[in-house]
Protein backbone atom coordinates (compact mmCIF):
# COMPACT_ATOMS: atom_id res chain seq x y z
CA UNK A 1 0.00 0.00 0.00
CA UNK A 2 1.24 3.57 -0.54
CA UNK A 3 0.10 6.98 0.51
CA UNK A 4 -1.26 9.31 -2.13
CA UNK A 5 1.84 11.33 -2.76
CA UNK A 6 3.89 8.12 -3.12
CA UNK A 7 1.68 6.73 -5.90
CA UNK A 8 3.50 4.22 -8.90
CA UNK A 9 6.75 3.68 -5.50
CA UNK A 10 5.03 0.41 -5.95
CA UNK A 11 3.53 -0.93 -9.56
CA UNK A 12 -0.38 -0.17 -8.78
CA UNK A 13 -1.37 -2.99 -10.88
CA UNK A 14 0.93 -5.50 -9.08
CA UNK A 15 -1.05 -8.31 -7.74
CA UNK A 16 0.28 -7.47 -4.56
CA UNK A 17 -0.69 -4.04 -4.20
CA UNK A 18 -3.70 -3.47 -1.67
CA UNK A 19 -4.22 0.49 -2.44
CA UNK A 20 -3.83 4.05 -1.63
CA UNK A 21 -4.21 5.26 1.72
CA UNK A 22 -6.04 8.52 3.20
CA UNK A 23 -7.71 11.30 0.85
CA UNK A 24 -9.06 9.92 -2.08
CA UNK A 25 -7.53 6.48 -1.11
CA UNK A 26 -9.33 2.76 -1.25
CA UNK A 27 -11.48 1.58 1.67
CA UNK A 28 -10.18 -1.67 0.45
CA UNK A 29 -6.73 -0.87 2.44
CA UNK A 30 -8.79 -0.54 5.95
CA UNK A 31 -10.71 -4.33 4.21
CA UNK A 32 -7.64 -6.59 4.04
CA UNK A 33 -6.04 -4.83 6.86
CA UNK A 34 -8.70 -5.45 9.23
CA UNK A 35 -9.49 -8.74 8.17
CA UNK A 36 -5.75 -9.97 8.46
CA UNK A 37 -3.71 -7.73 10.89
CA UNK A 38 -0.29 -7.81 10.24
CA UNK A 39 2.08 -8.10 13.25
CA UNK A 40 4.37 -5.50 12.25
CA UNK A 41 3.92 -2.80 9.42
CA UNK A 42 6.65 -1.01 7.86
CA UNK A 43 6.76 2.42 7.16
CA UNK A 44 9.03 3.92 4.84
CA UNK A 45 9.76 8.10 4.29
CA UNK A 46 6.29 8.79 5.50
CA UNK A 47 4.72 11.04 8.63
CA UNK A 48 1.65 8.83 7.81
CA UNK A 49 -0.58 12.57 8.50
CA UNK A 50 -3.72 13.19 8.55
CA UNK A 51 -4.19 13.33 4.46
CA UNK A 52 -2.20 9.55 4.65
CA UNK A 53 -3.67 7.83 7.52
CA UNK A 54 -6.86 9.72 8.92
CA UNK A 55 -4.67 8.50 11.80
CA UNK A 56 -7.34 5.39 11.39
CA UNK A 57 -7.61 2.75 13.42
CA UNK A 58 -7.76 0.06 11.32
CA UNK A 59 -4.16 0.80 9.72
CA UNK A 60 -2.24 0.09 13.12
CA UNK A 61 -0.22 -3.17 13.57
CA UNK A 62 -0.64 -6.21 16.03
CA UNK A 63 2.52 -5.52 17.56
CA UNK A 64 4.50 -2.52 16.25
CA UNK A 65 5.54 0.00 13.27
CA UNK A 66 8.76 -0.65 11.79
CA UNK A 67 9.08 2.92 10.86
CA UNK A 68 12.00 3.83 8.28
CA UNK A 69 13.02 7.51 7.60
CA UNK A 70 15.99 10.09 7.62
CA UNK A 71 14.34 12.79 10.43
CA UNK A 72 14.23 11.21 13.83
CA UNK A 73 11.14 13.88 14.62
CA UNK A 74 8.95 11.59 12.08
CA UNK A 75 8.33 8.89 14.48
CA UNK A 76 5.60 8.29 16.85
CA UNK A 77 3.91 11.29 15.32
CA UNK A 78 0.57 10.35 14.15
CA UNK A 79 0.13 7.09 16.18
CA UNK A 80 2.04 7.89 19.60
CA UNK A 81 0.43 5.55 21.65
CA UNK A 82 1.70 2.16 18.91
CA UNK A 83 4.71 1.19 19.64
CA UNK A 84 7.56 1.86 17.00
CA UNK A 85 10.91 0.67 16.22
CA UNK A 86 12.54 3.60 14.78
CA UNK A 87 14.75 3.33 12.22
CA UNK A 88 16.86 6.58 11.35
CA UNK A 89 18.27 5.68 7.67
CA UNK A 90 17.92 6.57 4.12
CA UNK A 91 14.74 4.46 2.94
CA UNK A 92 16.43 3.45 -0.59
CA UNK A 93 19.40 2.13 1.36
CA UNK A 94 17.37 0.43 4.07
CA UNK A 95 15.21 -1.43 1.37
CA UNK A 96 18.21 -2.45 -0.52
CA UNK A 97 19.85 -4.17 2.54
CA UNK A 98 16.42 -5.66 3.59
CA UNK A 99 16.26 -7.11 0.18
CA UNK A 100 20.14 -8.55 -0.02
CA UNK A 101 19.16 -9.74 4.06
CA UNK A 102 15.75 -11.65 3.43
CA UNK A 103 16.59 -13.45 0.10
CA UNK A 104 14.31 -15.05 -1.96
CA UNK A 105 10.91 -15.91 -0.27
CA UNK A 106 10.61 -19.50 0.13
CA UNK A 107 7.36 -19.77 -0.54
CA UNK A 108 5.38 -18.07 -3.64
CA UNK A 109 4.03 -14.50 -2.68
CA UNK A 110 0.35 -14.33 -2.39
CA UNK A 111 -1.86 -12.26 -4.42
CA UNK A 112 -5.06 -10.54 -4.25
CA UNK A 113 -7.95 -9.80 -6.65
CA UNK A 114 -7.60 -7.02 -8.41
CA UNK A 115 -10.38 -4.47 -8.45
CA UNK A 116 -12.12 -3.40 -11.82
CA UNK A 117 -11.07 -0.74 -14.16
CA UNK A 118 -12.39 1.36 -16.20
CA UNK A 119 -14.64 4.28 -16.15
CA UNK A 120 -18.49 4.67 -17.14
CA UNK A 121 -20.12 3.47 -20.00
CA UNK A 122 -20.07 7.85 -21.90
CA UNK A 123 -23.48 8.95 -21.99
CA UNK A 124 -24.60 11.15 -25.08
CA UNK A 125 -25.71 14.28 -23.27
CA UNK A 126 -24.97 16.21 -20.17
CA UNK A 127 -22.20 17.41 -18.47
CA UNK A 128 -18.93 15.47 -17.81
CA UNK A 129 -18.92 12.97 -15.14
CA UNK A 130 -15.41 12.88 -13.37
CA UNK A 131 -15.06 8.95 -13.63
CA UNK A 132 -15.49 9.38 -17.51
CA UNK A 133 -12.84 11.57 -17.06
CA UNK A 134 -10.00 10.10 -15.24
CA UNK A 135 -10.85 7.01 -17.23
CA UNK A 136 -9.68 8.80 -20.34
CA UNK A 137 -6.40 10.51 -18.47
CA UNK A 138 -5.72 6.60 -17.37
CA UNK A 139 -5.84 5.57 -21.12
CA UNK A 140 -4.81 8.27 -23.06
CA UNK A 141 -2.28 10.12 -20.35
CA UNK A 142 -1.07 8.01 -17.95
CA UNK A 143 -0.81 4.66 -20.13
CA UNK A 144 -0.13 6.01 -23.63
CA UNK A 145 2.47 8.81 -22.26
CA UNK A 146 5.14 9.49 -20.15
CA UNK A 147 3.41 12.72 -19.25
CA UNK A 148 3.34 14.26 -15.21
CA UNK A 149 0.43 14.37 -14.29
CA UNK A 150 -0.97 17.07 -10.73
CA UNK A 151 -3.91 17.35 -8.96
CA UNK A 152 -4.85 20.19 -7.13
CA UNK A 153 -6.43 20.12 -4.02
CA UNK A 154 -10.33 19.29 -3.55
CA UNK A 155 -12.34 17.06 -5.44
CA UNK A 156 -9.24 17.03 -8.42
CA UNK A 157 -7.00 15.50 -5.67
CA UNK A 158 -9.73 13.09 -4.64
CA UNK A 159 -10.76 11.58 -8.09
CA UNK A 160 -7.27 11.19 -9.52
CA UNK A 161 -5.79 9.56 -5.88
CA UNK A 162 -8.99 7.08 -6.16
CA UNK A 163 -9.19 6.35 -9.81
CA UNK A 164 -5.60 6.37 -11.48
CA UNK A 165 -3.08 3.74 -11.81
CA UNK A 166 0.45 4.84 -12.01
CA UNK A 167 2.89 1.31 -12.47
CA UNK A 168 6.34 3.79 -11.97
CA UNK A 169 7.18 7.07 -9.70
CA UNK A 170 7.85 10.17 -9.97
CA UNK A 171 4.70 10.84 -12.67
CA UNK A 172 2.26 12.06 -10.27
CA UNK A 173 2.21 14.77 -7.70
CA UNK A 174 -0.29 15.99 -5.21
CA UNK A 175 0.01 18.16 -1.77
CA UNK A 176 -0.94 16.33 1.06
CA UNK A 177 0.96 18.32 3.82
CA UNK A 178 -0.58 22.15 3.58
CA UNK A 179 -3.05 20.85 0.29
CA UNK A 180 -2.32 24.37 -0.40
CA UNK A 181 -4.47 25.56 -3.63
CA UNK A 182 -2.70 26.47 -6.10
CA UNK A 183 0.13 23.92 -5.98
CA UNK A 184 -0.81 22.79 -9.28
CA UNK A 185 -2.26 25.14 -11.17
CA UNK A 186 1.46 27.04 -10.95
CA UNK A 187 3.14 24.29 -10.09
CA UNK A 188 2.19 22.36 -13.42
CA UNK A 189 4.48 25.29 -15.11
CA UNK A 190 7.88 24.30 -13.07
CA UNK A 191 7.04 20.63 -13.66
CA UNK A 192 6.82 20.92 -17.57
CA UNK A 193 10.10 23.11 -17.79
CA UNK A 194 11.73 21.05 -15.43
CA UNK A 195 11.55 17.73 -17.64
CA UNK A 196 11.48 19.59 -20.76
CA UNK A 197 8.21 17.76 -22.02
CA UNK A 198 4.68 17.17 -21.00
CA UNK A 199 3.13 18.18 -17.64
CA UNK A 200 -0.74 17.92 -17.30
CA UNK A 201 -2.51 19.18 -13.90
CA UNK A 202 -6.14 18.37 -12.74
CA UNK A 203 -7.26 21.18 -11.00
CA UNK A 204 -11.07 23.32 -10.08
CA UNK A 205 -12.33 26.07 -11.44
CA UNK A 206 -11.93 27.92 -7.98
CA UNK A 207 -8.06 26.88 -7.85
CA UNK A 208 -7.92 28.02 -11.66
CA UNK A 209 -8.99 31.80 -11.07
CA UNK A 210 -7.12 32.25 -7.17
CA UNK A 211 -3.88 31.37 -9.02
CA UNK A 212 -2.42 30.22 -11.98
CA UNK A 213 0.64 30.85 -14.48
CA UNK A 214 -1.26 30.52 -17.95
CA UNK A 215 1.15 33.68 -18.51
CA UNK A 216 4.48 32.30 -17.45
CA UNK A 217 3.67 29.47 -20.09
CA UNK A 218 3.04 31.35 -22.78
CA UNK A 219 6.38 33.28 -21.81
CA UNK A 220 8.42 30.61 -20.97
CA UNK A 221 6.71 28.13 -24.34
CA UNK A 222 6.15 25.40 -21.47
CA UNK A 223 4.17 22.39 -22.54
CA UNK A 224 2.24 22.72 -19.53
CA UNK A 225 -1.70 21.50 -19.96
CA UNK A 226 -4.69 22.20 -17.28
CA UNK A 227 -7.96 20.65 -17.51
CA UNK A 228 -10.50 22.19 -15.65
CA UNK A 229 -12.97 20.69 -13.30
CA UNK A 230 -15.42 24.00 -14.21
CA UNK A 231 -18.72 23.48 -12.29
CA UNK A 232 -18.99 26.96 -11.13
CA UNK A 233 -18.61 25.93 -7.42
CA UNK A 234 -15.76 24.97 -4.50
CA UNK A 235 -17.42 22.25 -4.45
CA UNK A 236 -15.78 19.91 -2.11
CA UNK A 237 -16.41 22.95 0.22
CA UNK A 238 -20.23 22.45 -0.80
CA UNK A 239 -20.53 18.97 -0.19
CA UNK A 240 -18.50 18.93 2.82
CA UNK A 241 -20.80 21.25 3.90
CA UNK A 242 -23.91 18.93 3.07
CA UNK A 243 -22.23 16.15 4.93
CA UNK A 244 -21.93 18.02 8.20
CA UNK A 245 -25.17 19.18 7.83
CA UNK A 246 -25.06 22.66 6.94
CA UNK A 247 -26.88 24.30 3.78
CA UNK A 248 -23.84 25.23 1.59
CA UNK A 249 -22.77 29.35 1.51
CA UNK A 250 -20.20 31.14 -0.38
CA UNK A 251 -19.45 28.05 -2.49
CA UNK A 252 -21.00 29.23 -6.06
CA UNK A 253 -18.73 31.05 -8.49
CA UNK A 254 -19.40 33.00 -11.85
CA UNK A 255 -18.89 30.51 -14.18
CA UNK A 256 -15.83 31.66 -16.43
CA UNK A 257 -14.82 30.66 -19.50
CA UNK A 258 -11.39 29.43 -19.38
CA UNK A 259 -10.48 28.81 -22.97
CA UNK A 260 -11.30 32.48 -23.77
CA UNK A 261 -9.05 33.77 -20.78
CA UNK A 262 -6.29 31.07 -21.83
CA UNK A 263 -6.24 32.33 -25.72
CA UNK A 264 -6.27 36.12 -23.64
CA UNK A 265 -3.01 35.80 -22.36
CA UNK A 266 -1.17 33.68 -25.44
CA UNK A 267 -2.69 30.43 -24.72
CA UNK A 268 -4.69 27.95 -26.48
CA UNK A 269 -7.28 24.83 -25.57
CA UNK A 270 -10.71 23.68 -26.07
CA UNK A 271 -14.16 23.38 -24.46
CA UNK A 272 -15.64 19.74 -23.47
CA UNK A 273 -19.12 19.78 -22.78
CA UNK A 274 -19.74 15.71 -23.66
CA UNK A 275 -18.48 12.70 -22.63
CA UNK A 276 -17.49 11.57 -26.33
CA UNK A 277 -15.27 14.71 -26.68
CA UNK A 278 -13.31 13.88 -23.65
CA UNK A 279 -10.32 11.19 -24.88
CA UNK A 280 -10.27 13.53 -28.33
CA UNK A 281 -9.68 17.09 -26.66
CA UNK A 282 -7.10 15.22 -24.05
CA UNK A 283 -5.11 13.40 -27.27
CA UNK A 284 -4.79 16.98 -28.86
CA UNK A 285 -3.38 18.45 -25.82
CA UNK A 286 -0.83 15.65 -25.52
CA UNK A 287 0.19 16.60 -29.20
CA UNK A 288 0.33 20.34 -28.61
CA UNK A 289 3.60 22.64 -28.21
CA UNK A 290 3.24 24.87 -25.79
CA UNK A 291 0.50 25.98 -22.84
CA UNK A 292 -2.82 24.19 -23.21
CA UNK A 293 -6.25 24.75 -21.38
CA UNK A 294 -9.12 21.62 -21.32
CA UNK A 295 -12.32 23.71 -19.77
CA UNK A 296 -14.62 20.33 -18.89
CA UNK A 297 -18.05 20.96 -17.89
CA UNK A 298 -18.11 18.55 -14.78
CA UNK A 299 -21.20 17.22 -13.40
CA UNK A 300 -21.69 18.28 -9.78
CA UNK A 301 -24.06 15.99 -8.81
CA UNK A 302 -21.42 13.06 -8.53
CA UNK A 303 -19.79 12.25 -5.12
CA UNK A 304 -16.05 12.51 -5.32
CA UNK A 305 -14.52 9.32 -2.82
CA UNK A 306 -13.52 11.71 -0.03
CA UNK A 307 -15.96 10.15 2.62
CA UNK A 308 -13.02 9.13 5.02
CA UNK A 309 -12.26 12.75 4.91
CA UNK A 310 -15.91 13.98 6.38
CA UNK A 311 -15.58 10.84 8.93
CA UNK A 312 -11.85 11.87 10.17
CA UNK A 313 -13.56 15.48 10.95
CA UNK A 314 -16.18 14.13 12.58
CA UNK A 315 -13.88 12.28 14.84
CA UNK A 316 -11.73 14.98 15.62
CA UNK A 317 -14.72 16.48 17.36
CA UNK A 318 -17.12 18.00 14.25
CA UNK A 319 -20.51 17.64 15.12
CA UNK A 320 -21.97 19.76 11.82
CA UNK A 321 -24.38 22.49 12.24
CA UNK A 322 -25.52 23.61 15.73
CA UNK A 323 -23.07 21.12 16.84
CA UNK A 324 -19.80 22.61 19.16
CA UNK A 325 -15.94 20.58 18.68
Known sequence: MCSPRAK???PEDHPQFIGVTG???HTRVDEVLVADRPRHTLVLGTRMGESTSFWAGELTPREAFIHVDADPGAFGLAYPDVPTHAVVADVGRYVTALADALGAPADAAPTLARPARGGPVPRPTGPVRPQHLLAELQRVIVDDTDAWLMAESGNAFCWSTHLLRFATPGRYRVSTG???????TSGVVGAALARGGKAFALVGDGAMMMMNEVHAAVQYRADAVWVVLNDACYL?????MRVMGWEPFACDLPRVDFVALARAIG????RVEREAEVGPALARAAAARGPWVID???DPTEAPPS?????SLMQQGFTGAGGHP
Do not use: I
Open 8 to 10: GVF
Open 23 to 25: LGG
Open 178 to 184: FGSMGHA
Open 236 to 240: MCAQG
Open 267 to 270: ADGE
Open 296 to 298: VAV
Open 307 to 311: GRRNK
